[in-house]
């Protein structure tokens, strides 16, 4: 079933995979995971599992970041599961602490009254923290800011099916800058002056941003009324496949310091999904972002399935296309197609 694919010339159109590189070459890219210590186990699986139904083939690195030490065990734990390069980071106390502009106490505040108003994970401080350094930092942390690529991994995800073509290379040979597979919308009392403090941004960098009403604008997936408000839109951001150049652009940059700089990841408890999100739809053109939908994923509690029967057995997936959540009421790829003007088959890498 690869022949055609494999004598094809290497260029690409929207249905050829591309042509393996000779000699087992790499994209200079790699897989990033934040994770904690205690993760361990959780962790393990998933690596043997992306291994298996990919990595073993191409040997791409894995680095591992956490704001504690990792420990001697997590470190021989998993880089003996792994078939690439494994590298171990910590976070120092810029990426992963208090600016000295936020007022702590306000914070704090903020935490209490979200967590009895039972908002998830609304009285948690760390996970202000990730979601902060997922948001700003994780691309900048010098083991991975060398790379042209970066595909986010989380503990206990998992893989439903063989990707036997590089997603790194079709990154690279498609000028990709955003990869995703699920989408889904946000609790909206986690950001309540997120659009006010986007919007604040694009009237300051006009220059930043994709003209409304361009062909090329994906800005009509994140708003209904025009970019009045935000519809809660986002790319589920536990799975990111992503160009490490662009989020250190100084587009990308100046977003994130006029999002910081708000205090709204410790005011108020903003996602990385909607933030990697709403720079994706309003910096990006729709032909940088590519929708994943041939690597059945799994998230707790949702999953991703492709559907096409043939195309199901041959990747050999496990999942069961009636539970994807691409179809769901609440998914955002419904309208990701509609201002696309796509449907799913022509997201597949492949020449079938
Ligand atoms: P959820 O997916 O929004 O429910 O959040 P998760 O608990 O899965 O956290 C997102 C990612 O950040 C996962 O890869 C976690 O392992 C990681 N993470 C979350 N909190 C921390 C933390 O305090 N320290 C470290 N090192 N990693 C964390
Ligand atoms: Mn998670």
Do not use: A
């Given at each position: 079933r690869f022949s055609s694919s494999y004598s094809s010339s290497s260029q690409t159109s929207s249905h050829s995979k591309p042509k393996p590189n000779l000699n087992g070459t790499r994209e200079n890219a790699a897989f990033v995971v934040l994770v904690r210590n205690s993760e361990l186990n959780g962790l393990r699986e998933t690596l043997q599992n992306a291994e298996d139904r990919f990595n073993r083939k191409y040997n791409y690195p894995w680095v591992f970041l956490n704001d504690e030490p990792f420990t001697d065990q997590f470190k021989e734990w998993t880089a003996g599961l792994v078939s690439g390069e494994t590298f171990y980071g910590i976070l120092d106390q810029q990426s992963w602490g208090y600016p000295d502009w936020v007022d702590q106490e306000k914070a704090r505040l903020a935490r209490e009254d979200m967590a009895n108003r039972n908002?998830?994970?609304?009285?948690s401080e760390s996970y202000r923290h990730m979601c902060r350094f997922q948001s700003g930092f994780f691309f900048r942390h010098p083991l991975l800011a060398k790379y042209d690529y970066y595909w986010r991994v989380e503990p206990n995800v998992k893989f439903?099916?063989?990707?036997?073509?590089?997603p790194f290379q079709v990154m690279r040979e498609r000028d990709l800058k955003y990869g995703w597979t699920l989408s889904i919308k946000e609790y909206a009392e986690t950001i309540p002056t997120l659009w006010s403090t986007v919007k604040s941004f694009m009237a300051e960098?006009?220059?930043?941003?994709?003209?409304?009403?361009?062909?090329?604008?994906?800005?009509d997936w994140i708003t209904d009324d025009g970019g009045e408000?935000?519809?809660?839109?986002?790319?589920?951001?536990?799975?990111e496949i992503g160009s490490i150049k662009w989020l250190n652009s100084k587009a990308y940059i100046d977003y994130f310091e006029a999002l910081d700089k708000s205090g709204g990841f410790f005011y108020e408890r903003w996602g990385d999904a909607p933030v990697h999100s709403i720079a994706a739809a309003l910096m990006?053109?729709?032909?940088e972002v590519h929708w994943?939908?041939?690597?059945g994923y799994f998230h707790n509690p949702y999953s991703q399935c492709p559907r096409e029967p043939a195309w199901l057995a041959a990747e050999k997936c496990s999942c069961d296309p009636q539970e994807?959540?691409?179809?769901?009421?609440?998914?955002?790829t419904p309208q990701f197609l509609k201002v696309t003007g796509k449907k799913p088959t022509d997201f597949l890498i492949t020449e079938r």
């Open positions: 908002i998830i994970y609304g009285g439903y099916c063989d990707v036997d073509y590089d960098h006009p220059e930043h941003i994709v003209p409304k009403g361009s062909p090329e604008s994906l800005m408000t935000y519809n809660l839109c986002h790319f589920w951001s536990n799975f990006l053109k729709k032909s994943f939908y041939d690597i994807s959540f691409d179809t769901h009421w609440y998914s955002c």
